[in-house]
């Protein structure tokens, strides 16, 4: 199949690339590299199915004449992942943009779907929950998102869009799938995105102090992005009835101080933890109910936390190395 990945470079995107072309078709990646990097997928750009095009997705995606040409009248699939994901990444003088990528991404992709047939997968998220006050968050629980806080441009963002995807659906007769990613970590994240996995590493790896927020009595559950992908082919290639939404994400639940004690003892250190300030808004718990997923999909995580930190601390160090940081 021909198949359009938006945020094709990004921590997610990449990995999902890879998987694309590994099970044999062929990949468009788009990306405008503002929070994605190239050399997440610089072993790709020699692979006869892959191409890359810098792109911004709120840009009219239909009329783009860069990618008319690369297309040739045919598109078969749309995994629509362009949107910055970490908090410091999508807050501060981003903000805007994070909300303009949010509802125009999702129009551009949704009329770019309707124009060739294609299938059209939203990654939306479970900060559409919000602080949640329902837990585990099954996806009927509508939320508790504060629409002025600072995390509100990705939250609201990303839940317009989902309104948006299911009004095309409705009245357009767009092919629609939509999945509600919670917290995901693995190879090729960025080690300055600022997410609490890529941080801990990053700090034990170079001795650094253990930045905690708040007391690190809040939870998340983490799910090894291998994990992830299976989730989202099985949802993209399922049932065209099921257009979610759907949660993705390991119902294994750990404060963050136990994520710390986790990567303490992965990593020989000399690092030490301290607190710092909770962030605004910062969801005091976190976890995916995935029953639907199981019956839906027939999928459920397999790489529990201690093998996902292993494998990550393992490309962090081979990174930190190569980048002359260790
Ligand atoms: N966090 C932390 N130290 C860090 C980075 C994050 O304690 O260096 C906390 C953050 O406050 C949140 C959790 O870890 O409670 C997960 O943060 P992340 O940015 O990875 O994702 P979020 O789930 O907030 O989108």
């Not at 190239?38 to 750009?45: F, I």
């Not at 700090?203 to 998340?220: V, W």
């Amino acid at each position: 199949m021909k198949i359009l990945v938006t945020g094709g470079t990004g921590f997610i995107g990449s990995n999902l690339c890879r998987h694309l072309l590994r099970t044999g078709h062929e990949v468009i990646c788009l990306d405008n590299n503002y929070t994605g990097r190239l050399e997440n997928v610089q072993e790709l750009m020699a692979h006869p199915n892959f191409t890359f095009i810098e792109q911004d997705v709120t840009c009219d995606l239909k009329h783009d004449q860069k990618l008319s040409a690369l297309l040739k009248g045919h598109l078969d699939q749309i995994y629509n992942l362009a949107c910055p994901a970490s908090p410091p990444a999508y807050q501060g003088k981003h903000a805007i943009e994070t909300t303009k990528t949010c509802v125009l991404g999702a129009i551009n992709v949704l009329e770019l779907a309707l124009e060739y047939g294609a299938t059209v997968l939203q990654s939306s998220t479970s900060e559409v929950y919000g602080d949640p006050l329902v837990h585990p968050q099954v996806e009927s629980y509508r939320g508790n998102v504060n629409p002025i806080g600072i995390r509100a441009c990705y939250d609201e963002g990303k839940r317009c869009a989902e309104s948006l995807f299911f009004d095309y659906a409705r009245h357009m007769g767009a092919k629609i799938k939509v999945i509600r990613i919670f917290n995901t970590y693995g190879p090729f994240m960025d080690p300055k995105d600022g997410r609490v996995v890529s941080n801990f590493i990053c700090q034990a790896l170079k001795g650094e102090d253990i930045t905690i927020y708040g007391t690190g009595s809040q939870t998340r559950s983490f799910c090894y992005v291998d994990d992830l992908i299976a989730g989202m082919s099985a949802m993209m290639n399922s049932d065209p009835e099921f257009q979610g939404p759907v949660n993705l994400g390991n119902p294994g639940e750990f404060t963050i101080k136990e994520l710390a004690d986790k990567v303490l003892t992965l990593v020989p250190t000399k690092s030490q933890l301290i607190q710092k300030e909770l962030p605004q808004d910062d969801p005091k718990c976190r976890r995916p109910d995935i029953s639907l997923a199981q019956s839906k999909l027939n999928w459920r995580p397999t790489i529990d936390l201690n093998e996902g930190l292993k494998r990550t601390c393992a490309y962090f160090s081979a990174r930190l190395q190569a980048d002359g940081v260790l």
